[in-house]
């Protein structure tokens, strides 16, 4: 049974960098492709991008080149970087076993843009 | 980006009742259709995915039928840990993308 937990800052202030990670339990990062998606409070969801451990990637153009995912063969963990926050970047942040549809989903982390 | 519309939003249902949720896709999308489960607070559940089949260990209470743009979740013999949001998506073409989901409640 795959897991996934995310981790990284509550908070961060506008126009910096998000930054998170998913760590991957009962399977290696070699086996599938690992994506993220968002949540804003109280709203519908909303695909970030996807990384293949070949390295392949693919990121929504709605987020245009902010978004960077990328992976750590060596910790079973992979990540993203979302640069130049505002505060519709405000959201409950998931990392999903992918590419396209999503079976497995870690618990999620709200992740606040604020000053 | 394909537009994904959910019917109703919301509706209200009794335990025991047959439910039915509609998605429309805005082009043909083949079988592509994906439903998810939510509720309050927690990570969506993949119920149904390429339309139809059922997800292990999903109750075989929810099915999934259609093609092309019209799709239907149905839940028969609602249950009271079915009330929760349901939304649909497309894996037909990148970006993946929602529907606006439709909330299920107690009547």
């Known amino acids: 049974q795959v897991q996934l937990q995310e981790s990284g800052p509550g908070l961060v202030k506008p126009s910096e960098t998000l930054s998170l990670t998913c760590t991957v339990s009962?399977?290696?990062?070699?086996?599938?492709?690992w994506a993220w998606i968002r949540q804003p409070p109280g709203k519908g969801l909303e695909w970030i991008g996807y990384i293949y451990y070949s390295g392949l990637t693919n990121n929504n153009p709605s987020l245009k080149s902010r978004v960077t995912i990328s992976l750590d063969t060596s910790k079973n963990q992979f990540s993203l970087k979302l640069s130049s926050v505002t505060a519709a970047d405000t959201a409950v942040y998931y990392c999903?076993?992918?590419?396209?549809?999503?079976?497995?989903w870690g618990q999620g982390t709200l992740v606040s843009v604020s000053p | 980006d394909i537009q994904m519309t959910q019917s109703p939003p919301s509706l209200s249902a009794s335990v025991g009742d047959r439910v039915t949720i509609t998605c429309r896709a805005g082009?043909?999308?083949?079988?592509?259709l994906n439903w998810y489960q939510q509720k309050s607070g927690i990570a969506p559940k993949l119920l149904i995915y390429a339309a139809s089949s059922l997800q292990s260990g999903v109750p075989s209470r929810f099915s999934g039928s259609g093609s092309g743009t019209d799709f239907t979740l149905t839940i028969s013999n609602l249950q009271p840990e079915d009330f929760a949001t349901y939304y649909c998506q497309q894996s037909y073409s990148s970006p993946p993308t929602f529907g606006g989901g439709t909330k299920v409640d107690i009547k």
């Open positions: 082009q043909s999308i083949s079988t592509y």
């Open positions: 999903v076993t992918g590419p396209y549809y999503f079976a497995n």
């Open positions: 009962g399977a290696s990062i070699r086996s599938f492709y």
